[in-house]
């Protein structure tokens, strides 16, 4: 009895350490992943992703947009306290209040349902409005030893910083789906066109607005080497736009592109790149694997269990077995119902595992090329749970556009396919479908 005391003890303390590493090791992960904004920020103002097909360059470009989008929001609280420390005579309440106010009146108003629909550009005009009031005791000039700025200057950012995060406008740009999980709304659709400098406000088609993480994926097909001759191209002010971001944006403009191949994506804005990422590894730790396998092998059991009792019944019918058993298998039912129950606790545990991507991150385009390529790249590594990866876009988003490729060819008497309409007039509706989904 004493030895099997002994046992016993030991299995429990062995346990607890078990049970302890794993949870100190999962909140080393977390902690991790909520460094990740930095990081993410820290790697550049512009950055393009390349690698072969299924080398997780979207999965990594959602991350990334999904973590610089809660930098964005941490940034600018944390340059509004410093603001807050700067003006020592300001009721920073009344200043909330008059922000609150305008807004409320305009969605009212205008019968808004979404802060993306305000007129920002009028509403922050107001601001000068508010400041007037201000012109005599903020007349002079702060410093933090390294700059000088106005008083009045420093009031209107905390205005602007106070009314992008508390009703924010479209942080995130993306050329498809894309799910914003920092402000829980669609992503707005990216036109490439928007960014062309020369030719954006002519064509009122200005969409880059900070602060904003753009996100372009299978950049190179819409404005790859194969147009770097194109007059229209060099002269479209894109690439001016991104040699600008930094400092037009005030450090609040990310712009992010993904490849198939870097080489093909369009030089004037390669060259803009602060820093290029090519897939190395990716390992995957799940949280709670023994719940996940349990709840596997019941749902095992419970449909061995079922199909015994009908190959029972048609013991010497495997046919009718079949057909019996698809049957009642198809039908809805107890053992359904049970399926489903243990399906969504395995796919939300599964959900919240852990995610480590490993990406080598070049600075210049030739150190790609170089097969030994040893000490010309630093390693990158993002860490975070599944849903922060893929559960926010859509691996298979251009899924539509051969589907309406394959409705548009019809099969001839020979055998054969012919096109009822031109490609490239049908990759241009699907582009029209895709900016008003």
Not at 41 to 46: A, K, Q, W
Not at 103 to 120: G, H, S, W
């Amino acid at each position: 009895m004493v030895i099997f005391s002994e046992i016993v003890f030991w299995l429990i303390v062995l346990l607890v350490v078990i049970l302890t590493f794993k949870i100190v090791r999962l909140n080393a992960l977390f902690k991790s992943y909520n460094y990740m904004p930095y990081y993410c920020m820290s790697l550049g103002y512009c950055g393009l992703i390349f690698g072969k097909k299924g080398s997780n360059k979207s999965t990594l470009l959602n991350f990334i947009s999904q973590m610089i989008t809660k930098g964005l929001v941490m940034e600018q609280n944390s340059r509004m306290h410093e603001i807050k420390e700067s003006l020592k005579d300001i009721n920073f309440n009344e200043v909330n209040k008059y922000i609150d106010d305008l807004v409320n009146a305009e969605m009212i108003n205008n019968e808004f349902i979404d802060t993306v629909q305000l007129d920002r550009s009028k509403i922050k005009n107001s601001f000068y409005n508010y400041l007037a009031h201000f012109q005599n005791e903020l007349n002079t000039y702060h410093t933090d030893y390294l700059s000088i700025k106005s008083k009045i200057d420093l009031l209107y950012d905390y205005m602007e910083y106070y009314f992008n995060i508390n009703y924010p406008g479209d942080y995130m740009l993306h050329n498809g789906y894309r799910y914003n999980i920092t402000h829980r709304k669609l992503a707005k659709w990216f036109d490439v066109k928007s960014m062309e400098l020369n030719t954006a406000v002519r064509d009122n088609n200005w969409q880059i607005c900070y602060p904003v993480v753009v996100t372009y994926d299978e950049a190179s097909h819409h404005k790859g080497n194969i147009k770097s001759n194109s007059k229209e191209q060099k002269e479209s002010g894109s690439s001016i736009t991104l040699s600008l971001a930094r400092n037009g944006g005030d450090d609040l403009i990310y712009y992010w592109a993904a490849v198939q191949e870097n080489g093909n994506y369009f030089k004037e804005e390669r060259d803009q790149m602060d820093v290029l990422l090519r897939y190395h590894d990716k390992r995957m730790i799940r949280v709670f694997p023994s719940v996940q396998n349990a709840c596997s092998l019941i749902k095992k059991i419970a449909i061995n269990f079922n199909q015994l009792k009908y190959r029972i019944k048609y013991l010497f019918r495997y046919d009718k077995y079949l057909e019996e058993w698809d049957k009642y298998y198809n039908s809805p039912g107890i053992l359904r119902n049970l399926i489903v129950k243990l399906n969504k606790i395995n796919n939300f545990l599964f959900s919240y595992s852990i995610m480590k991507l490993r990406f080598k991150g070049y600075y210049r385009i030739e150190d790609t090329k170089l097969k030994d390529d040893t000490g010309l790249y630093d390693r990158y590594q993002f860490v975070g749970p599944l849903y922060a990866f893929w559960g926010t876009f859509d691996s298979h988003s251009y899924k539509a556009l051969f589907r309406e490729l394959d409705s548009n060819y019809t099969s001839n008497s020979s055998k054969y396919y012919s096109s009822k309409c031109n490609t490239e007039d049908l990759s241009n509706q699907y582009i029209t479908f895709a900016e008003r989904r």
